[in-house]
């Protein structure tokens, strides 16, 4: 029997996670992207591994996941993670009244956490807001975006995955008896056409998902927030530095090589394809960003970035859930031969390509287990050596 | 906010079997935003064709190294305001010591093979990546951080390298820096791979990488001290032997 066929659009973290997930259940898979791999929302992220902290409160769903794929995640990928844990830091009263529902949070999520007093939080972080009232010790971490997901598509190819970029989807090819069977394409690197089959296509676009999902007539309620981030050039800390409250504009601090990257914020966008660094958000990440450590306003800024979250329109801006939701179109507008996966986190696309893989298989009827919990993922620089 | 410029941005293309030409794009600019920004509004608003590298937009990923008015330049960081003036010119061509992929996107395999075939660390003890702005002393405990190295294999140094221009077998100055923060004491091996025509030995200290590495990683004075450990090597094996 031959392989089964599966396209996916967008080489981002879920592109390249799900390429990985597919090529070790066997299928024949083909990538497609626009731009370079990691041009749209994965490349812009944080980075920051989440251990579940930030919404051990209000998405306990979310926190669960962060947690258990942190740590899986240190296991398959160390070489792109800085694993230097992380800190929840009280500064005034209002943080203080988070402290009880936060430790709760937690335990219930079964993040491992660590009171610590002021006194031993700075001998850790010298850096950190002296005023502080209270810290704990949570497994934070810090990863390379790019290069996470460069890991993930250099074992992919490893198994065969093609990874084809500069490749623009144009339209989807329906079968006319409301089906979708492939997809055409524009190679940008040559302005030449063509078209690709399939027996699955899977939108794995983020933020873009429902530009996609539209060319078949279908909708996805994803909803594009973007939010701005500012590095700074100092490293002033070793582990991510988090404010101990609900979550809010510029309320964590990471370090990243010699930098630190203050974010984020929340807004809404009409233009997914150009979104401006706004500069009162920059301001803001620097008014916020010094509470937590204050040497902050005398560092030199190295970049002002945004990156739009694709997040799913249970709610709005921040009260928005985290996790993230897989749609066979055949069951949301009986459309066959398209799934799209969205929402989440970086920290969970390995959860999310296995709950897009699961998908997949069901609908195909083959009983292909994942195994990518267990597979120690390749150098990301083999993505460049590797033949495609 | 400062007053805005009007800019041009002349563009090298080339695409699959074509020759290279610019295209002009007259652009309106804050002169305190990114090169990079600019060309993201000439792709989103302009010229959906024109294809470029770019990832984590703050210098951590290296993928939108491009020549800058004749100078490689990691262009989400580089502030239009330091590269040009109202009214001027922003030529933007693709990193050169690179096969071309389309435009201002450049392949490159060869650099990340050769990183990879020599072994350099892409994370490291956080002692190690010299850190300005260390707690107060490393202590025992400092020694379990870990941190991604300096070098975000950009490919700067590579493009910016004479040397480079005239071997393209030359391992150049990112691979060359790797292997000096790495050591090779004890390590025949590598001893062989860097004491060799296309190793340290090529580079004419020109310090071209040096002046454009972005990321503080001044492979330059790092080659000559890893030329340094060559001859000590050397020597050492020499009288070993004997």
Known sequence: MSKPQAIIVGAGFTGAATAHDLALRGFDVTVIERGDICNGTSGRTHGLLHCGGRYAVKDQESAIECIDENILLRKIVPQVIEPNGGLFIALNESDLQYRDVFIQGCEACHIPLEELTPEQALRLEPNINPKLLTAFLIPDGTFDPLRLALSFAATAKKNGAKFRIFTEATSLILDGKGGVIGVNILDRASNKPYELRADIVVNATGAWAGEIAEMAGASVPVKPTPGVMVAYDQRFVQ?????????????IVLPQRRMVVVGTTSFEIDDLDYVPVLEDHVKLMLERGAELIPGIRNARVRGKYMATRPLISSGSGRSAARTFKCYDHKETHNIDGLVTITGGKATTLRAMAEGTADMVCKKLGLNAPCTTKDVLLLSYRQYYSLPN | MSENWNITLKVSRQKEGEKPHFDEFKIEVDPDEYVLDAVERVWAFMDRTVCFRHACHHSTCGACGMRVNNVEKLTCITYIRDVTHDGGVLKLEPLRNFPIISDLAVDMGSLYNRLETVGVRAILPAPEAEIENPPATWDSADQQYIRLA????????????????????????AVLAGVQANGIKGNPEMLNIVDAEDGVWRCHSAFECTAVCPSYVDPARRIMNLRTQVIKERFTRLFHKA
């Open chain 2, 150 to 173: 300096d070098c975000i294999e950009c490919g700067l140094c590579i493009s910016a390298c004479p040397s480079a221009a005239t071997s393209s077998e030359y391992l150049g100055p």
């Open chain 1, 239 to 251: 582990r991510a530095i988090n404010r101990l409250n609900t979550p809010g504009d510029g309320d």
